[in-house]
């Protein structure tokens, strides 16, 4: 290669600023969660109809202590999924959290994503909860210690049944959207380093009045980006998450069937 070319190319890729490293890895997708139910039946017959994306589950050590449970609207938790995911991998700054919730019962249930400690009682390094069309993202920052708090309610569904739940911190602003609409935004300072001395994440289902529910039932996914998604970005992600329902998708990308096969038309001797 001649000495011209190879300095040209040696110059173009440190000031190109599409092959910094730092510029790819700055605004990514950290994690997506599926969560969904599986009614099976026990031992062999325990299979599922095809391929499917496992739910999350909590990690346990071989000894180790149960973690404190969050009370949400006067509720222990029913169900809590913990440790999925090593705290270190999550956002120290600006992030986003979403949530795709199915809340179809009468009675009231909710569900929270929370980074927290695992064993001491403080306040959590973060919250985004829903309990019976109340929302509530908190998140501790310089000028409130104590945790900076938006609230909603959600009394638009769409098709009466699903909500989706964002909640975004830039660096200098905590926003809440509603199914692609902005309903709550504060202006803060820096959020409070994640300085908890056993952080987890945990995810918890409240169904006291729905017994019969589990987790799956009501989050249908969760994410976890390392920036604020913008207004166009999350109504896309809305956008999406519409057609799926519409087109009967549970996992994009993948096959799998939306249902089991079933036996009909039971007779003396056929069926």
Known sequence: MKPTLLLFLTAFLIVDPHH????????QLVGTWHFSPHYTLPGNASNVPGPFVKPP??????????????????????????NFITADSLPNAAFSLEMWLLDHVNQPVGVLVTLKDRLDKQEPNWLLGYYDQDIIFTLPTEDSPMGSILHS???????????HLLASY??????????????????????????????????????????HMRTGNLLRELRIYNYALNQDQVSERYNSLQQQVES????????????????HYAAHQSI
């Open 57 to 82: 589950t909590t990690v346990f050590k071989t000894v180790d202590t149960d973690a404190y449970p969050f009370i949400f609207h006067g509720e222990e938790p029913s169900e809590r999924i913990r």
């Open 170 to 211: 830039d660096g200098k602003e905590m926003r809440l959207y509603l199914n692609a609409k902005l309903v709550a935004s504060t202006n803060v300072a820096a959020r409070l380093p994640n300085n908890l001395p056993n952080p987890e994440i945990e995810v918890a289902s409240y169904t006291l009045h729905e017994q």
């Open 248 to 263: 009967g998708t549970l996992y994009p990308g993948q096959i799998h069937f939306n249902a089991g096969p079933y036996l």
């Open 153 to 163: 309610h959600s009394d638009n569904p769409w098709k009466r049944y699903w909500h």
């Open 20 to 27: 910094s490293t730092a510029q790819v890895a700055k605004n």
